[in-house]
């Protein structure tokens, strides 16, 4: 994907709406990487995000396909327009036991109104990355809300 005109806006405002959302704090993610077209979004391993076997809880799995796959469209919208997903499908391929997971989103169709985004996510253990879930979804380009 190619950068826009106003690509270091719209990343910037990536940047900002990401750091606004109270439960990317909660879960300890960190935007990792954010290009046009792509979202990086990791999560340190710690108790608070783990299900009852001690593995990254599925819905943390969950919530870092999504958010990454809205970042990666968000960053080819026209500035002034924010993603809403629409739909979302997730599989999940193996525990998620490690370090740190890794959302790496890319988008697979933009469109002006509707992209379609795929987001593979990754446990490192021992310094090797593992493969343990991957989703589509599909992001629609929105008007900016207003802050409340």
Known sequence: ??????????GDAMRRAFAKQGFMQTLGAKLTA???GTCEIQVPFRPGVTQQHGFFHGG???T???NSAAGAAFTLFEEGRQPLTIEFKISYLAPASGEVLIARAEVLAP??????????????N????????TAL?????TSSVSEI
């Open 60 to 62: 943390v799995t969950a």
């Open 34 to 36: 954010l290009g046009p």
């Open 64 to 66: 870092l396909a999504d």
């Open 111 to 124: 469109g002006r109104s509707v992209s379609h985004v795929r987001s593979d996510i990754f446990v490192v």
């Open 137 to 141: 979804a599909t992001i629609k380009s």
């Open 126 to 133: 021992g310094g090797e990355e593992h493969l343990v879930a």
């Open 1 to 10: 994907m190619t950068a826009g005109p106003n690509q270091r806006a719209i």
